[in-house]
């Protein structure tokens, strides 16, 4: 199997890694030649855990170039992993796939064969079916379902864990344009994944629709959580941890993604909220349940810093541990921990940071006023309150081994990973959705259990 991929990215160089690596010949394109150039040399283009390593390992089997002659004429599949930016409406825009489409179409054109084309990048409903499969017909002046087939299959995967993500996904959704399409990806697909893992195939549209759906159903579960948090942190003697542990047990809701912490945040999970909300206009239906979990979402930030604000002062040091959207990425696109910090820079706290994997990314975004270190042990060090914003295992190790001390009187855990029995003079563990420790009557503040 020879397979061309289109857009080396957060995705699309991970997939690239994965099929090489499950004996697919393949050939990645770019429009960007240092990324061209940097998968050419066998180095990965973003960091990804095991990606690296996948490049490294299947050398041989891995081509980049940036003609399309060259990426399209020597593959049987072409996949598609562009961006598709969010609109005004939080409806996705086409015109990176239309744009991609237009290059392969063009070489399609004189390619003898049949020919797949997958799209996987996030798309509305009807774009697939509509725009896409008009412009690859006029392009390549070739008829979908005939000379060549178009599929649609979008991808689940978390960043942090593209590649066990691509390898064992729970399931895999095709849209296909005809039955040859699909039984032809759902073989290229067995080849990656094996026989057990479930295939749904179906027309664009349901599949356009269950993507974004998936990740709705999500984020409205996270911030059902979270609200539940909040309740918990309201009742004396009340415990998100239990209560949600409990709940997840019953097999109808499961227990993932279900704690009650920080929001959510990330390239994928905001905007396809967003995006489903619009999904519903579009159609005339009410697109409450996605606003409210975007509401709720929105609101948790605001949380995390009027807790920090109230119990601190104007000129206090605030460290923040955490500025990606998640453990394991450096990814800081609509980060809670990397708002949180901008947050309370405004507030005129001075704040310092810390991230196993996102300084860089950080420090890009972040003013210079934000201080950055380079260990949590330096943050906590010069804190006088931190916050505990991404439950990675660094953190938790290093709030297993420490006992206190120094100028931290404060420690916000989100993700109730320090424990809350620490305390030194004057050090106070606020956990969030655990009255136990979040004691707001302590200070004065309203409490519904009060
Ligand atoms: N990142 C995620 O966690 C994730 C998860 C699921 C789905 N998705 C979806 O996958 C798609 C890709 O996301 P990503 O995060 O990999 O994007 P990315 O921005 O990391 O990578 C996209 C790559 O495509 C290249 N590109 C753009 N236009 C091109 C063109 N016409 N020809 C060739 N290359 C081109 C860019 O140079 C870039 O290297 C998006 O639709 C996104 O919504 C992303």
């Not at 995967?157 to 759902?186: K, Q, T, Y």
């Not at 349901?206 to 998936?214: D, F, G, H, Q, S």
Request: net charge neutral.
């Amino acid at each position: 199997m020879k397979a061309s991929v289109v857009g080396l990215g957060k995705l699309g160089a991970p997939l690239l890694g994965v099929l090489a690596c499950q004996g697919v010949d393949v050939w990645g394109i770019d429009l960007i030649s240092d990324v061209v150039a940097k998968i050419k040399n066998g180095v990965a283009p973003v960091p990804e855990p095991k990606l690296q390593e996948l490049l490294t390992a299947h050398s041989g089997r891995i081509h980049a170039t940036l003609d399309w002659h060259v990426a399209i004429g020597n593959s049987e599949v072409t996949y598609l992993l562009v961006p598709t930016p969010s609109a005004a409406d939080g409806s996705f825009t086409n015109e990176y796939v239309l744009a991609a489409i237009d290059a392969v179409g063009q070489v399609l054109r004189t390619k003898p064969g049949y020919h797949l084309v997958v799209v996987n990048s996030t798309m509305m409903p009807g774009s697939t079916g509509g725009p896409v499969k008009d412009r690859l017909e006029a392009v390549s002046r070739k008829k979908v379902g005939c000379d060549i087939g178009l599929c649609y299959n979008p991808e689940f995967i978390a960043l942090g864990n593209v590649v066990d993500g691509l390898l064992h996904p729970d399931f895999i959704l095709i849209g296909e344009s005809d039955p040859r399409a699909g039984a032809m990806l759902e073989r290229i697909c067995r080849i990656v994944v094996g026989q057990s893992v479930p295939v749904a195939r179906m027309n664009f549209v349901n599949a356009e629709l269950t993507k974004i759906a998936v990740n709705a159903y999500v984020t409205m579960k996270i911030s059902f959580a979270n609200t539940l948090g909040e309740i918990c942190d309201g009742f004396s003697e009340a415990d998100a941890d239990i209560v949600t542990a409990a709940l997840g047990q019953d097999s109808r809701i499961g227990r993932k993604y279900l704690r009650g912490a920080t929001g959510y945040g990330g390239p994928c999970f905001p905007r396809d909220t967003i995006a489903f909300a619009a999904m519903a206009r579009h159609v005339g239906i009410d697109a409450s349940l996605a606003l409210a979990t975007h509401a709720i979402n929105e609101r948790q930030l605001e949380r995390v810093t009027k807790i920090v604000a109230e119990r601190t002062e104007a000129n206090d040091c605030i460290a923040v541990l955490g500025l990606a959207y998640k453990p394991d990425t450096g990814v800081v696109e609509q980060a809670q921990g990397l708002m949180l910090a901008a947050a309370l820079e405004k507030t005129g706290r001075r704040v310092i940071v810390h991230d196993p994997l996102a300084l860089d990314a950080a420090r890009s975004v972040l003013g210079p006023g934000v201080a950055i270190a380079a260990s949590a042990a330096e943050a906590v060090g010069r804190a006088d309150a931190v916050v505990v914003m991404v439950p990675c295992t660094e953190y938790k190790a290093f709030f297993a081994g420490w006992s206190g001390g120094g100028p931290t009187r404060l420690i916000v855990d989100c993700w109730r990973l320090v424990n809350p029995d620490l305390t030194s003079a004057g050090l106070r563990v606020l956990q969030l959705g655990r009255n136990a420790t979040f004691n707001a009557r302590e200070d004065g503040m309203a409490c519904a259990a009060a």
